[in-house]
């Protein structure tokens, strides 16, 4: 995996207030921390990160450039906002060259299974430990001509030289059953329908003159996350 050279800026500000300001500037408040050094509060441009995640990946290794000297760095935490999809807060774990780390990885499946089944993946990532220079960027598990019963374990995902499973290697990552027919489905679809519909009881009518106090109506309201400081 290369390396990716961020130029960061020290942030002396911290609190909500300064967060916005922050990234109103376009930058992104960060946290900088481990081996035993004391957390360094940065500000990272917001276009250099977010392409770096998206051209490398979440284990993306950053040469962090802060006040004349670098630091090489791995994002351990990505928060996001919920709604609006920008980056608001990071924190960045201190790592060495030579010194193995361990990263969660996105696994694809690929290829085409046989005839007549259907494909489910039930992990998309897996975790492993690796040297900090031979992250992979993704693994895949091949499923082509995979027939109906066929099952792929977390310990058949090939993995590159020096790379090391963490995920428990019996954790099912893709299954490969047989696909629903149309009568299958339409019989789904028939007992779906087939609930029975049981007759209201009787409400008694009330005079307008006998309803007292007016209705409330309750407004759900968008509650944003807070600033990370």
Known sequence: ??????????????????????RRAGMIPAVLYGRGSEPVHLALPDLDFARALREHGRNAVLTVAVSGGTQLALPKTVV?????N???HVDLLVIKRGEKVVVEVPVHVVGEAA????????????EVEAD???IPDSLEVSI??????TQFQASQVPLPDGVELRTDGEYLVA???????????EADVDTEGAGVVEDEPDTPAVDDEETSGDRET????????????
């Open 1 to 22: 995996m290369a390396e990716v050279r961020i130029n960061a800026e020290p942030r002396t500000e911290f609190g909500k207030g300064a967060a916005r300001r922050t």
């Open 80 to 84: 996001t906002h919920p709604i609006r």
């Open 86 to 88: 920008y980056i608001e």
């Open 115 to 126: 005839p007549g089944t259907l494909v489910t993946q039930e992990l998309d990532r897996l």
């Open 132 to 134: 900090v220079s031979s």
């Open 144 to 149: 082509e001509d995979a027939q109906v019963g």
């Open 175 to 185: 299954n490969v059953v047989a696909a629903p027919t149309a009568d299958d489905m």
């Open 218 to 229: 309750v407004a759900n309201i968008d509650k944003s996350s807070g600033d990370e400081s």
